[in-house]
């Protein structure tokens, strides 16, 4: 096949709508994980609920109850403790069954805390069951799997490493103070 410069032209494949609805969905499905480990992370209640159906169950091991509740119990812990927490997602897997979805993602949590104590970090999985409706994704059921922990001294604080922090620098802060929430990209 001759191209319009008169070189090789690549043959194009017809589009497969099946593949390219799987892709969307399971993007939909990472964008729901990211979304709660913002919420987490910059601590927004009202976003980390966003990506849980109403009746939806979460087992954390410290909690195990209503999803929207481990949200609030979550939330309140945060307030009280004033930690900084860093949710790093890593290899997902998602499988796709109509509306079901079981989605296993590695992560690896990161929490400082702000008097300088001891970094504590858990590396585990979350087993989601995933459902949706109306073409939206959520989780119906999360269970938390606990592969591994650890807790580091402090080497310093933000300001001390790297040789300082600017006082220009952006800084992560919680909900609506954090700079992702200034609009301007």
Same mark, same amino acid.
């Given at each position: ?39 987490q992370d910059r601590?927004?209640?009202?976003? $980390?609920? !966003?990506? *849980?159906?109403?009746e939806a169950t ?5 909690f195990v109850g209503?999803?929207?509740? *481990? ?33 296993? !993602? ?14 504590? $970090? ?23 799997? *606990? ?13 001390? $490493? *790297? ?10 802060? $919680? ?11």
């Open positions: 096949m001759t191209g319009p410069s008169g070189g090789t032209a690549l043959s194009v494949p017809a589009v497969d709508a099946a593949a390219i609805a799987e892709l969307m969905a399971k993007q939909k499905l990472y964008e729901n994980l990211a979304l709660y480990c913002r919420g601590k927004d209640l009202e976003l $980390v609920k !966003s990506t *849980f159906w109403p979460d087992d954390h091991g410290m209503p999803a929207h509740e *481990f949200c609030q119990w979550a939330y309140e812990n945060q307030k009280t403790t004033r930690h900084r927490s860093h949710h790093y997602i890593t290899n997902v897997l998602i499988e796709l069954d109509g509306d079901l979805a079981q989605r296993e !993602s590695a992560v690896v949590y990161v929490m400082v805390r702000p008097d300088g104590g001891p970094t504590d $970090v858990m590396g585990g999985r979350y087993r989601d069951l995933c459902e949706r409706r109306d073409g939206e994704w959520k989780v119906l059921r999360r269970v938390v799997i *606990f592969d591994h922990v650890a807790q580091f001294a402090s080497q310093g604080q933000l300001g001390d $490493v *790297f040789g300082g922090i600017p006082a220009t620098a952006r800084v992560g802060d $919680v909900h609506p103070k954090d700079p992702i929430y200034d609009g301007a990209w």
